[in-house]
């Protein structure tokens, strides 16, 4: 089916059939992830926009387990690649090697690289050097890979998921900014409580977990991208999504004053269109026919916390990024 023309009676299906199985994908998920709802939410939600999504957290939390459930349950191709200090471009994408055929001829091939999957784990992203990293720009903003003068298309849909240990950890090297903008969101993995801890070790100590069941297929994935760009959002919706992210610019008069004094760089467009796009891919996930203000406030601080810079001095006083967030969502008003 072209998901460029869907009729309204197809594009009604396709939206009972994501809303009959929200369900399923929490109880197939629950096989290996125990609670993170928040985590699943936005992971989710960038998967149904098309983005790319990070996610940060401390060694041990269930990232990788987290993205290898998710792509099971879409039923698309998983590649995972361990990003390591030595690891090379051409390890990512791909390289020419010469063969040699049967009849004596020389020519060069191009074999591809873990790039060519639906689903691209980049496993601590932050464990190789900026040369390594930067790899990934063309394929997560073109969806193809140049190599050799030559352009490879990847199949649709194509994601990068990656995770990424705190940049204070030993041996990590921070995203450049233009890296960081392309994710969707960064999602952020913090430890469990108590209860759900212990859940996690009597489960995973006791029994081997159960398959996963697929639920969708790749092409089900691209009609619900279509479907949600079709999701209804109010002018003055979209309007308070971008006056968050001008919020976010120092010595621009929508600026605020807590932005003015700690913020060294604002949120681009990009934000602007995350919020709009993760508000209508929310507001479908939960069963709604239109985003609405609270689908924007509650993925602020997925799409902002990696597209705002703090300044030296926030970075003194121990001002945090989501303190600045918290900030924005008080004092920008939704009216």
């Not at 197939?28 to 149904?48: A, C, F, N, R």
């Given at each position: ?67 290898r459930s998710v792509a099971q349950i879409f039923d698309l191709k ?188 604002g949120a681009g467009l990009r934000a602007a269109q995350t919020l ?60």
């Amino acid at each position: 089916m072209n998901t460029e023309q869907l009729t309204d009676e197809q594009e009604k299906t396709i939206v009972e059939h994501l809303r009959e199985s929200r369900t399923r994908i929490d109880t197939e998920l629950s096989k290996t992830i125990v609670g993170q709802k928040d985590v699943v939410q936005q992971l989710l939600i960038s998967l149904l926009a098309g983005g790319h999504c990070l996610i940060t957290g401390a060694p041990g939390l269930a990232k990788t387990l987290l993205v290898r459930s998710v792509a099971q349950i879409f039923d698309l191709k998983f590649q995972r690649i361990q990003f390591t200090p030595d690891l090379m471009p051409s390890d990512i994408t791909g390289t020419e090697i010469l063969e040699q055929s049967s009849d004596g001829t020389r020519s060069m091939q191009f074999v591809h690289g873990p790039i060519f999957a639906n689903v691209v784990l980049a496993d601590e992203i932050n464990r190789t050097p900026p040369k390594t990293q930067a790899a990934l720009l063309e394929a997560m903003g073109e969806h193809q890979v140049t190599v050799a003068g030559r352009r490879y298309v990847l199949e649709e849909p194509f994601f990068v998921l990656a995770t990424q240990n705190p940049i204070e950890m030993e041996g990590t090297y921070p995203l450049p900014e233009a890296q960081l903008d392309r994710f969707m969101f960064n999602v952020l993995i913090d430890y469990l409580p108590h209860d759900e801890e212990l859940d996690v070790v009597m489960q995973t100590t006791s029994t081997r977990p159960e398959p996963i069941e697929k639920l969708f297929s790749g092409l089900d994935v691209l009609q619900f991208q279509e479907v949600v760009r079709r999701v209804p959002i109010a002018r003055e919706t979209a309007d308070y999504a971008v006056r968050l992210v001008e919020a976010t610019r120092p010595g621009r008069n929508q600026a605020t004053t807590f932005v003015n004094e700690w913020v060294s760089w604002g949120a681009g467009l990009r934000a602007a269109q995350t919020l709009v796009l993760g508000a209508k891919a929310r507001a479908l996930l939960e069963g709604r026919s239109h985003a609405a203000i609270d689908d924007i406030r509650a993925l602020a601080a997925p799409t902002l916390r990696h597209r705002v810079l703090l300044n030296y001095k926030a970075e003194a006083e121990g001002v945090t990024v989501e303190d600045c967030i918290e900030s924005l969502l008080l004092n920008v008003s939704a009216d």
